[in-house]
């Protein structure tokens, strides 16, 4: 299955709601009046496009229609993709540099699929011929620890870890100096995420990137954010509590597949101005796919 193939079918349900919208509004004419505008308007917000995207993006087509004249259902498609695609960005993807240790810091909210992703990009890795290991900073559960361990034996990954509400910086510091001892190209460090308390989680993550970038200083160091796109405008919440606390450098969606708020990608993109990188269409391990911008609007808005 292609890219192209991956992505319509994990946005199928977000595109059913928002092309039955598109042509509803457009049915009897074709055309988009000031009214219609302001319905498609609403169904972007309502697929979790966020009122901020949503708004810019009408103001663009009502600007490209005041231009050309043409308010036609294929124009406003257009416009549409075309300011979605200048908020989403151009195409980013994770960049390991050659010769020297990757560290990829994982965070985000419990549940959203953090660790699984941590697992399946220790799978995709792998598979290049990377040699990886895993960090399981996760402390505050066991589960998130033994989760790890999993994709550790599944992909003969040696995982770093140590006893449930230990230090998630020490395990950091010696998951560094493993890597480091084995000439590893990759380490991926899985985090706890907890958001009951903002001032804690700072303080977690401020002392765990102190760790990493006193122990590795020239590790080429990323953090990723990755957020549940189920959880609609609250993913949006996250990526503003987390970049307040941590440097963001990329952002992975999952779960795109189970809603028909695939929108959500839009919003985050809107507000928090960093790259989406990764994309859960599925549950399988090759349901994790590089984010394509263009590839993610055309099959959002077919």
């Not at 960090?135 to 006893?163: C, M, N, P, Y």
């Not at 998951?175 to 977690?204: F, P, Q, S, W």
């Not at 985050?268 to 960093?274: C, L, N, T």
Request: hydrophobic share 40%; proline share 1%; with cysteine.
């Amino acid at each position: 299955m292609g890219l192209l193939d991956a992505f319509k079918r994990g946005l199928e349900k977000t595109r059913n709601f928002v092309s039955s919208g598109f042509t509803k509004i457009a049915a009897s004419t074709g055309h988009f009046d000031e009214d219609q505008l302001d319905e498609l308007e609403e169904i972007l917000v309502r697929a979790d496009c966020g009122v901020g995207a949503s708004t810019d993006i009408i103001d663009h087509v009502k600007d490209n229609i005041k231009k050309s004249g043409d308010d036609s259902k294929e124009a406003v498609m257009a416009s549409v993709k075309e300011k979605m695609l200048e908020i989403l960005g151009p195409k980013s993807t994770i960049n390991l540099e050659e010769g020297k240790l990757n560290i990829i810091l994982m965070i985000g909210v419990n549940g959203t699929g953090k660790t699984t992703t941590a697992g399946k990009l220790c799978e995709k890795y792998k598979k290049q011929g990377k040699k990886v290991i895993l960090g399981a900073a996760d402390t505050f559960r066991a589960a998130a620890i033994e989760q790890l361990k999993v994709w550790g034996e599944r992909t003969s990954t040696t995982v770093i870890s140590h006893e449930a509400g230990s230090d998630p910086a020490s395990v950091c510091y010696d998951a560094i100096h493993a890597a480091i001892a084995r000439k590893a190209d990759l380490l991926i460090i899985d985090t706890a995420g907890r958001l009951h308390n903002k001032k804690n989680l700072m303080d977690e993550l401020s002392k765990i990137t102190r760790i990493i970038d006193r122990e590795a200083k020239d590790a080429n160091i990323k953090s990723m954010l990755i957020i549940d796109a189920t959880t609609g405008q609250n993913a949006v919440i996250q990526a503003e509590v987390f970049g307040e606390a941590a440097n963001l450098d990329y952002i992975g969606i999952t779960k795109l597949d189970g809603t028909a708020k695939g929108g959500v990608a839009v919003s985050v993109a809107y507000s928090s101005h960093k790259p989406i990188v990764l994309a859960g269409l599925g549950e399988g391990v090759d349901d994790l796919v590089d984010f394509d911008p263009e590839i993610f609007v055309d099959s959002l808005i077919s």
